[in-house]
């Protein structure tokens, strides 16, 4: 059984930061990609971030410059930084992990945390 919860969501001012983390729990051997995605108010989800176990990491074009993802593998945590925060950033963040089988991988979600940013 794997887990992921995410936590560090809020309500922050345009121009705020906030970090998000993501933890991963239960029998796993090793994560390969794991990334952020977002689902704002009737839209669909989206891909926001993403890093691979090698720290290689790609984003979204409305938010380079602004958001970094990172991960520590040991502790088998994730992250995002996110500065100069836009209203049009308030979305559920959930933070997603794919982890090898022996012919895939599966990937696992979390539940989701509110980011809000009022104007």
């Known amino acids: 059984q794997v887990q992921l919860v995410e936590s560090g969501g809020g309500l922050v001012q345009a121009g705020g930061s906030l970090r998000l983390s993501c933890a991963a729990s239960?029998?796993?051997?090793?994560?390969?990609?794991m990334g952020w995605h977002r689902q704002g108010p009737g839209k669909q989800r989206e891909l926001v971030a993403a890093?691979?176990?090698?720290?290689?990491?790609n984003y979204r074009d409305s938010v380079k410059g602004r958001f970094t993802i990172s991960r520590d593998n040991a502790k088998k945590m994730l992250y995002l930084e996110m500065n100069s925060l836009k209203p049009e950033d308030t979305a559920v963040y959930y933070c997603s992990a794919d982890i090898p089988t022996y012919y895939d991988s599966n990937r696992y979600w979390g539940q989701g945390t509110q980011v809000t940013v009022s104007s």
């Open positions: 239960g029998t796993i051997r090793s994560i390969s990609d």
């Open positions: 890093i691979t176990s090698g720290g290689t990491t």
